[in-house]
């Protein structure tokens, strides 16, 4: 499907440019309309809900959707180019990978000094200066509701010791160079780690 400007009329209609500026498209008619929704359980650190909607089609039903805390999420480099990482025990998946520092934005809090407060936390490295944001992304829009900001620092300080020893087994600096191997063997825990270190590993050769 074309998803990019296309070249000026003397070019066929179902022609496309890559790499050039992306079509920003909002189809009315292709939107949901959402009619209301219903809590199914609901904690201080979950919502799963049932969505009463209507897609393009007409038709109407109700749709589980699951609500999560906005999150932040800090990739720390150093001169060498190594990256911070935990190593750590996951039991939703029993397994044990590499993560990168985050943590759960507070109310009325940055998310940028969020990444930076947990980084400090769970590491007890500080990251120095001002953070490149990378993005903000949906890491499962279909039904998960799950707001992640992630955030480059190029530089940190030790200030001291993890304040939650319970957080990870290790905490280790890796080569960035390293990490595209330890992706694609699933080594590497979840997206809000994948996409930032993906982006900075395309961003070196642009």
């Given at each position: 499907m074309c998803c990019w400007t296309a070249l000026p009329s003397a070019m066929p209609a179902a022609s496309c440019v890559p790499?050039?500026?992306?079509?920003?498209?909002?189809?009315?008619?292709?939107?949901?309309?959402?009619?209301?929704?219903?809590?199914?359980?609901?904690?201080?650190?979950?919502?799963?809900?049932l969505v009463d909607v209507e897609p393009p089609d007409g038709s109407r039903f109700e749709h589980h959707v699951v609500k999560l805390h906005h999150v932040a999420v800090a990739l720390l480099l150093n001169d060498r180019e190594e990256v911070l990482t935990l190593w750590r025990y996951r039991f939703a998946v029993d397994q044990w990978g590499y993560e990168l520092i985050g943590g759960l934005v507070e109310e009325g809090e940055d998310p940028a000094s969020t990444a930076a407060r947990e980084a400090e936390e769970e590491t007890g490295w500080r990251p120095i200066g001002e953070p490149e944001h990378i993005a903000?992304?949906?890491?499962?829009?279909?039904?998960?509701?799950?707001?992640?900001?992630?955030?480059?620092?190029?530089?940190?300080?030790?200030?001291g010791e993890p304040t939650d020893a319970e957080e990870a087994a290790r905490i280790e600096w890796i080569p960035?160079?390293?990490?595209?191997?330890?992706?694609?063997?699933?080594?590497?825990?979840?997206?809000?780690?994948i996409v930032p270190l993906l982006f900075y590993l395309a961003s070196r050769n642009t």
């Open positions: 790499y050039a500026v992306p079509m920003v498209e909002y189809p009315e008619e292709l939107s949901w309309k959402v009619h209301g929704e219903r809590a199914i359980y609901e904690s201080e650190w979950v919502r799963l809900g903000t992304f949906q890491p499962l829009p279909g039904m998960v509701d799950a707001p992640v900001n992630a955030y480059i620092w190029r530089s940190a300080e030790k200030v960035v160079d390293r990490m595209l191997d330890l992706i694609k063997r699933g080594e590497v825990l979840g997206s809000g780690a």
